[in-house]
């Protein structure tokens, strides 16, 4: 019998349904849903997804999912990640006109055409398509001229493959890009670049004064990190306090007995 419930609930697992997520997430209402994450869960169907309409954030990494056409109804979805799936077609994305950052590393889209599909994005500032940290990539990666074919389709793209391509620290990023191109074109004279008198300093004065941001994904980010380093802390404390009543509980049992005379 247990034996059967297991496999049930594994069954559900393959695909989202209402009861999946309102007990996944506590809430009765799939509209009030913000924030999903189902990652490896082994979810190849998206079922009723698209109802949770004002979702914010959808973490589906890690699962077999081959089609996104449930999340058309997404408009408020401003960070997707959907890597590590198999995913082919992202032309489902496309009314999802919110959407900020996208990851898409590890699944098989294999041409530039596909990519067309998200032009419509005006708020894209992250696209990935490639991780290196767990190896995952797709076929259209394999085209040695898809960067630079992205940065022209996404003019407003800030960080592709997870280098920053505009804003804060691209100038680094920039300026080493330049040159490793500069050695690769062999333009060192005598092992040292040619002088440029014309140089000026490449950031501003004020460029490394910290400033807030207004961007979503940053927020949430400031948001979550704090939320993780304030539970370090309670664990912290407690561990703490295992510790002394451990060590005084120890100490009172070395103690030698004292007996009455």
């Not at 007990?23 to 009030?32: A, H, I, K, V």
């Not at 620290?169 to 500069?182: A, E």
């Amino acid at each position: 019998m247990d034996s059967k419930r297991d496999k049930d609930q594994d069954a559900d697992y393959e695909k989202i349904t209402a009861v999946l997520l309102k007990s996944r997430t506590g809430e009765f209402d799939l509209e009030s849903i913000l924030f999903l994450k189902f990652r490896g869960l082994g979810i190849h169907d998206l079922g009723c997804i698209g109802e949770c309409i004002n979702l914010e954030r959808l973490d589906l990494s890690g699962n077999n999912i081959t089609n996104l056409a449930s999340l058309t109804s997404l408009r408020l979805l401003a960070v997707l990640n959907v890597s590590a799936n198999r995913i082919s077609n992202l032309e489902p994305l496309s009314s999802c006109e919110s959407l900020q950052s996208l990851n898409v590393a590890g699944n098989v889209i294999s041409s530039i055409e596909n990519l067309h599909f998200l032009q419509p994005l005006r708020k894209l500032e992250n696209i990935r398509l490639k991780d290196n940290t767990y190896n995952y990539t797709n076929p259209v990666c394999r085209n040695s001229s898809y960067r630079n074919i992205l940065l022209e389709m996404f003019p407003n793209i800030k960080v592709l493959d997870g280098e920053r391509v505009v804003g804060r620290g691209s100038d680094l990023y920039q300026l080493c890009k330049d040159i490793d191109d500069t050695i690769k074109a062999g333009l060192y004279k005598n092992g040292q670049l040619p002088e440029h008198p014309d140089c000026k300093p490449w950031v501003e004065d004020t460029y490394w004064e910290i400033k807030r941001s207004n961007n979503a994904i940053i927020d949430e980010a400031y948001k979550q990190f704090n939320d993780v380093l304030h539970e370090c802390r309670l664990l912290n404390n407690r561990a703490t306090h295992m510790i002394s009543q451990t060590e005084r509980s120890l100490s009172l049992k070395k103690q030698p007995k004292q007996y009455a005379v």
